[in-house]
């Protein structure tokens, strides 16, 4: 079955309720979500580098579906639903939500020769 992941990059709007805010996402919205069509994992991370990159945290959902785009659909209708339901945080900030279809492998054959420049590049 195909492979796929949905990242969603967060932050927490007010920084006095961080600790309230990964709280409300690690114990109740990702529980909420876990009900997802092809839904097989959900982590979150936070950024080493705050400076660096869109956002304070990423949410990683992974699916197996054959769907990936119906599973995502699911996973956004659940979660408008507990929003209107009064389950949602409005602290939450969203810098950025992508989708991703793990790439096949088996598509391609392997390159039957390297022969590509030694310098790294930029160097």
């Not at 080493?48 to 959902?61: I, K």
């Not at 991703?100 to 590049?121: H, S």
């Amino acid at each position: 079955m195909p492979r796929g992941a949905f990242f969603a990059f967060t932050n927490c709007a007010d920084p006095k309720r961080d600790e309230e805010y990964n709280r409300w996402y690690s114990h109740t919205h990702l529980a909420d979500l876990s009900g997802a069509q092809g839904l097989v994992s959900a982590r979150r991370f936070f950024n080493v580098r705050p400076g660096d990159g869109p956002s304070q945290y990423l949410a990683l959902y992974e699916f197996e579906s054959a769907d990936l785009q119906a599973s995502v659909d699911d996973l956004s209708r659940i979660a408008v639903n507990t929003f209107s339901q009064g389950r949602h945080i409005d602290c939450l900030e969203v810098g950025g939500l992508y989708v991703f279809q793990e790439v096949d492998a088996a598509r391609y054959k392997p390159l039957e020769r390297l022969d590509y420049p030694r310098d790294l590049p930029g160097a």
